[in-house]
Nanobody, 123 residues
Framework: QVQLVESGGGSVQAGGSLRLSCVASGITGRMAYMAWFRQAPGKEREGVAGFKDDGSTRYADSVKGRFTIFKDKNILYLQMNSLKAEDTAMYYC???????????????????WGRGTQVAVSS
């Protein structure tokens, strides 16, 4: 049974940094695609950054140059720098075997989800 557990969220002032972690367990075989999504109150869930197991990455335009996604063994990370108030949201880790690079930021392409970690940025 695949489990994804996020951590690292918290409250930070604008301009600050946070690093989110997602520990994956129960995975058998190749899980080629992992990504971070976020959802703010009253808004739809949106893709933030995606990682393919060949090292390819994709970023939402709103976070390019500020966020970095990377993976070490079974842990997916999201380094978030220069945080803004609009980054405030619940952040979710997701994984899938067949999402595809073109759909790395599409929530509907992912079948496995964590429960989320809250990020609050004050201005």
């Amino acid at each position: 049974q695949v489990q994804l557990v996020e951590s690292g969220g918290g409250s930070v002032q604008a301009g600050g940094s946070l690093r989110l972690s997602c520990v994956a367990s129960g995975i058998t075989g190749r899980m080629a695609y992992m990504a971070w999504f976020r959802q703010a109150p009253g808004k739809e869930r949106e893709g933030v950054a995606g990682f393919k197991d060949d090292g390819s990455t994709r970023y939402a335009d709103s976070v390019k140059g500020r966020f970095t996604i990377f993976k070490d063994k079974n842990i997916l990370y999201l380094q978030m720098n220069s945080l803004k108030a609009e980054d405030t949201a619940m952040y979710y880790c997701a994984a899938d075997r067949r999402a595809g690079y073109a759909r790395l930021l599409a929530p509907e392409a992912f079948n496995f989800w964590g429960r989320g970690t809250q990020v609050a940025v004050s201005s």
